[in-house]
């Protein structure tokens, strides 16, 4: 049994939870700490809740960088967006596999499709070599 830290801003549910676990090929025990955008962040929470494995929405490539130079291979969720709508009264998941994302202005509705570990597709989040700057560089 794996321990899992959850740093997603959406709550697993137990079809999630089922879907990591197949993903892993091992059943899962999911500790929830709410979205984690730095990789310092979830690597000291891992720490503190001796994770085995982390699911995160981190898709700044220097963060995920230092979670791989630390020895970590994070997953993420492959999610395509459903719906989105303003009133939260709007935002319901019809289908199998969607939750609900609740936003400063509004909400989404998206589907997870599949869990993966950010190496198998870290090519098509940033092209090599590509220059980005950070908030707090200029």
């Not at 979670?67 to 997953?75: I, K, N, R, S, T």
């Amino acid at each position: 049994m794996k321990k899992v830290l959850w740093a997603l801003d959406f709550p697993p549910s137990r079809q999630l939870r089922d879907m990591l676990a197949g993903a892993l090929g091992d059943d899962v025990v999911l500790v929830g700490v709410g979205p984690l955008r730095k990789a310092e962040e979830v690597l000291e929470a891992m720490r503190d809740v001796g994770a085995d494995e982390v699911v995160v929405a981190i898709d700044d490539p220097c963060e995920v960088s230092k979670m791989l130079d630390a020895g970590v291979e994070p997953l993420i969720a492959l999610v395509e967006e459903v719906s989105a709508a303003r009133d939260r009264e709007e935002c319901l998941p019809k289908g199998e596999g969607e939750v609900v994302i609740e936003e400063e202005e509004g909400c989404r509705v998206v589907r997870v499709s599949e869990f993966a570990r950010i190496t198998d597709v870290m090519f098509q989040l940033s092209e090599p070599k590509e220059k980005h700057e950070h908030e707090h560089e200029s």
